[in-house]
């Protein structure tokens, strides 16, 4: 029988990449979702590419009892990988409650219930604003975290924070994997899968694709009096199924308890810095699409520059990604054109 793994937030955008790689590498994938940041189709993007259904519970991770009734149903289930949480910098300064309620809240949710069914493996979904703005370029796990430029960021903070308190706690039996990633972008081959922003999207890539596109009219490149080489914000590019990719490693190191600490934390990043001005020219080559921009003021709480030092994950996990700039943007524009159609 295949090991059944939850997977929160699997109906989002790299909850749902996680899901098809985690099925292709042998697991069962569980989407648990409550579909308020994520669309049904990519349920059927899933089932498409998979030719089967993923078994679905559409329930509010922060919900205890509701968790519970899951774990009931399924009660097979070895692992949980969490990415159910609110993900918009500039949202989290408008709802800062409603960010931590939503993902403090569904962690706490988690960890509570957990041992409760013997369930004590985790991967959870950090990111590199951790960082804050580094003094020093690439950033290793090592690196001090700062704080954090944004309630969005600092409910990933303290979503670590909790991960090695529990963790350090007498009788603790569950392993977590804290993954910090950079800039996913792209999605599937398939493009039956990818980022479905709502409304005007924050993001700097399915800013360009709709602005391809003919969505929007231009996109506006936040400053360019940066101290980089053409003077717009470098940041570390990783394709949606690279960093799917590295969530089924950390599956595979906690469950064959491969782990050397109760907390283990790993960078999932390229590696490689890109400016913005770079990413745009990359994708007017991939695509053939003259874009249409402007250079505006700076974005407050925007990082001059990061990217990781990708070397630990590669020597522990064995992970590496594969994917390269160009290829990632042609993989975001191809969704973006299968997205007009639908
Ligand atoms: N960016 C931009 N224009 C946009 C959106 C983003 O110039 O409309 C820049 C942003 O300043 C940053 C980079 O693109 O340097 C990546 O931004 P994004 O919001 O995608 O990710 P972040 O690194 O902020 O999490």
Redesign the pocket.
């Known amino acids: 029988m295949r090991t059944k793994i939850l997977v929160t937030g699997g109906a989002g955008y790299i909850g749902s990449h996680a899901v098809v790689e985690l099925q292709q590498a042998g697991y069962q994938p569980v989407i648990v979702d409550n579909f308020s940041n994520s669309e049904e189709s990519a349920l059927a993007g899933i089932e498409s590419i998979l030719g089967a259904k993923v078994p679905t519970y559409r329930i509010d991770c922060a919900d205890a009892e509701a968790l519970r009734g899951v774990f009931r149903a399924e009660p097979d289930v070895a692992g949980v990988i969490h990415f159910a949480a609110y993900k918009a910098?500039g949202e989290s300064v408008q709802k800062p409650l409603a960010y931590f309620q939503n993902n403090v809240g569904s962690l706490l949710a988690l960890l509570a219930v957990m041992p409760e069914f013997g369930v004590e493996s985790l991967a959870f979904s950090s990111s590199c604003t951790v960082y804050g703005i580094p003094d020093a370029l690439p950033v290793t796990e090592a690196t001090p975290t700062k704080p954090a430029s944004s309630p969005y960021g600092r409910t990933k903070q303290m979503c670590e924070d909790i991960v090695h308190d529990v963790a350090a706690a007498p009788g603790n039996r569950v392993h977590t994997i804290l993954l910090r990633y950079f800039?996913p972008i792209g999605a599937h081959e398939s493009a039956k899968i990818g980022e479905l922003p709502l409304g005007v999207p924050?993001?700097?890539v399915p800013?360009i694709t709709q602005t391809a596109a003919g969505l929007r009219e231009k996109?506006?490149?936040?400053g360019n009096d940066y101290d980089t080489p053409d003077g717009t914000?470098i940041?570390d590019y990783i394709h949606v199924v690279d960093l799917a990719k590295a969530h089924v490693t950390a599956v595979r190191r906690l469950l064959e308890r491969k782990a050397s600490d109760v907390v283990e934390t790993f960078n999932v990043g390229t590696g490689h810095g890109n400016t913005?001005l770079e990413v745009v020219q990359t994708f007017e080559r991939v695509s053939g699409q003259k874009l249409n921009y402007d250079i505006g003021p700076r974005?407050a709480g925007?990082v001059p520059a990061i990217y990781a030092d990708a070397t630990k994950a590669e020597q522990v996990l064995g992970f590496k990604t594969e994917t390269s700039l160009a290829d990632s943007l042609a993989s975001s524009w191809k969704w973006q054109q299968t997205l007009k159609q639908m």
């Open positions: 910098v800039n924050n993001n700097l800013f996109l506006t490149i936040f914000n940041r913005v974005r925007d």
